[in-house]
């Protein structure tokens, strides 16, 4: 949470809401991404391993973010990719001890974030950095989805599709990211988001209540968001501006809609709670959500730095707003679990 709200300060001052100068500014996206999701996405990952001395690797990673504010960002960055590749290692012990290709998918994905965390540290310039990290997210998250879709009727060719158009993306960045490889990143992933609409249990879901249901309608928003950054990579020029919005339509509409839908599913389990807590208020942050990065990419397509401003600002809420709300219902739902 820390680090969140350290990425959530940082992009703040980084479109204007600032006059102070702060060394994370100019790292925001390392923050969000490594800090924040890096050590969320580790700590989900080594808690079923039941290894104390694993912890060591989120706490080295959420420790990346402070060591920015002592402006030594090549020393957060050296620790983001020992970090990275720690994450690899874990990756890899969980390949070979399960052989699937949910965890081959997951190990594919902390490759990238590793080889981001790489470029990042040799090159010093983020847009070397951003493909990998959204490969790193994509990869992730499309695996967890398989796994939860394990019951579901895909066929195994459906599936050895799904995985040809997440490699088309890998294949994309290494061709050449800014040139003709950003088309064919964007066809993947308008192949990505369109496969999960059709196999995911969306439909299922939206027909039933409470936390099924916002995890639904949470999910599709998601891939909503990542089919239109598909065709923003297919359509935009390379300007700045068409950059933010592929940025921020990706890690704002894709990933966090991603959080959202499995934060009342993945936060108890974190913490060894059983249960799912769930309220009607989470759709007054999903909702906010996805109106901040529709408006940040509308004011990047009329150029409008104040429209901008208010995007970012509606953002931090919606994200603070879920999890305060997430904080409060869980101990809530806890409190009366034990008196019950």
């Known amino acids: 949470m820390l680090c969140l709200l350290c990425g959530l300060w940082s992009g703040l001052n980084r479109i204007g809401?600032?006059?102070?100068?702060?060394?994370?500014?100019?790292?925001?996206?390392?923050?969000?991404?490594?800090?924040?999701?890096?050590?969320?996405?580790?700590?989900?990952?080594?808690?079923?391993?039941k290894k104390k001395v694993l912890?060591?690797?989120?706490?080295?990673?959420?420790?990346?973010?402070?060591?920015?504010?002592?402006?030594?960002?090549?020393?957060?960055?050296?620790?983001?990719v020992i970090s990275s590749a720690a994450l690899t290692l874990v990756f890899l012990h969980y390949v070979f001890k399960h052989h699937t290709l949910i965890y081959l998918l997951m190990l594919v994905g902390a490759i990238c974030w590793l080889i981001g965390n790489i470029l990042l540290l040799t090159r010093s310039f983020y847009p070397f950095a951003f493909p990998w990290w959204m490969a790193f997210a994509l990869f992730i998250i499309a695996a967890e989805r398989l796994e939860l879709m394990?019951?579901?009727?895909?066929?195994?060719?459906?599936?050895?599709?799904?995985?040809?158009?997440?490699?088309?993306?890998?294949?994309?960045?290494?061709?050449?990211?800014?040139?003709?490889?950003?088309?064919?990143?964007?066809?993947?992933?308008?192949?990505?988001?369109?496969?999960?609409?059709?196999?995911?249990?969306?439909?299922?879901?939206?027909?039933?209540?409470?936390?099924?249901?916002?995890?639904?309608?949470?999910?599709?928003?998601?891939?909503?968001?990542l089919l239109l950054t598909g065709v923003f990579f297919i359509s935009l020029s390379d300007q700045w501006l068409s950059y933010d919005a592929i940025v921020h339509s990706f890690f704002l509409g894709f990933v966090f809609s991603m959080i959202f839908a499995h934060g009342p599913i993945i936060l108890p389990g974190v913490l060894g709670i059983s249960l799912t807590p769930f309220s009607r208020i989470l759709y007054l942050w999903l909702s906010l959500l996805q109106i901040s990065w529709l408006t940040r990419i509308a004011s990047d397509i009329v150029v409008d730095m104040n429209i901008r401003k208010v995007s970012g600002l509606f953002s931090a809420i919606a994200i603070l707003g879920y999890f305060f709300t997430m904080a409060i219902i869980t101990i809530r739902s806890q409190r009366y679990a034990k008196v019950v």
């Open 55 to 80: 912890y060591l690797i989120p706490i080295l990673n959420a420790l990346s973010v402070p060591i920015f504010f002592t402006s030594q960002p090549q020393l957060s960055i050296y620790v983001l």
């Open 150 to 225: 394990r019951f579901l009727p895909v066929s195994n060719l459906n599936k050895k599709i799904f995985v040809v158009l997440l490699m088309g993306f890998i294949g994309g960045v290494l061709f050449s990211f800014h040139g003709t490889g950003k088309l064919i990143c964007g066809l993947a992933l308008c192949g990505i988001a369109l496969w999960l609409m059709r196999h995911d249990m969306i439909a299922i879901n939206l027909k039933k209540r409470a936390m099924p249901k916002f995890a639904a309608v949470s999910l599709l928003c998601g891939y909503i968001s």
């Open 17 to 49: 809401w600032s006059m102070a100068i702060s060394p994370i500014t100019a790292h925001h996206g390392a923050i969000m991404v490594g800090g924040f999701l890096g050590t969320l996405i580790t700590l989900e990952k080594i808690i079923p391993l």
